[in-house]
């Protein structure tokens, strides 16, 4: 039997906890986007749109293939929530721009997604600074990452045969 030292034990319930924490966060944001009857990206494309924005920085800003973009782009007309218009400056330029409709989703996703975070309803001011602080000591913020599209990923897996995991098999790093 393999003992792990009291640091190991520290740290494995810190990864246990973070794993808590992200599941949670992504249990509610599906939770928010099943009531509201959109997908769960709509609410991040959504939270991107502070001004009229061409759809290759939208997909820069999502880490998102322009393919993906074009879906999001899609449904956030289909909802009514957004329209494509030219760009004044290049008029081969497409840029999202959201409707009064989408604007007013927005502040109520906003506010709501607010109100669920752990950190707001445990947390007080001083200690979600301190908590900001620690978290990016250990990691720069999604938004200046070029992480990939959750999206695409979740896409590539459904479409792919997935393989048996093995117990033996190494740890993808």
Avoid: Y
Avoid at 16 to 30: H, N
Avoid at 137 to 146: H, I, K, N, V
Avoid at 148 to 170: N, T
């Amino acid at each position: 039997m393999h003992t792990r030292s009291e640091e190991d034990l520290l740290d494995l319930e810190i990864l246990d906890s973070m794993a808590g924490l992200f599941a949670q966060l992504v249990a509610e944001g599906e939770a928010l986007a099943k009531s509201l009857g959109i997908p769960v990206f709509v609410i991040k494309a959504l939270h991107m749109l502070d001004n009229p924005l061409a759809m290759k920085d939208l997909g820069r800003r999502m880490h998102c293939d322009p393919s993906f973009i074009t879906s999001i782009a899609d449904t956030l007309e289909k909802h009514g929530l957004a329209a494509r218009e030219p760009d004044p400056a290049d008029r081969r330029v497409k840029r999202l721009v959201l409707t009064p409709a989408g604007a007013d989703l927005k502040a109520r996703i906003e506010d709501e997604v607010l109100s669920r975070t752990p950190w707001r309803q445990c947390l007080s001011r001083e200690q979600r600074a301190s908590l900001l602080a620690l978290i990016k000591t250990m990691s720069p913020p999604l938004s200046d990452t070029e992480a990939a599209c959750p999206g695409e990923e979740v896409s590539k897996l459904l479409v792919s045969a997935a393989e048996p995991i093995s117990a033996a098999a190494p740890a993808a790093r």
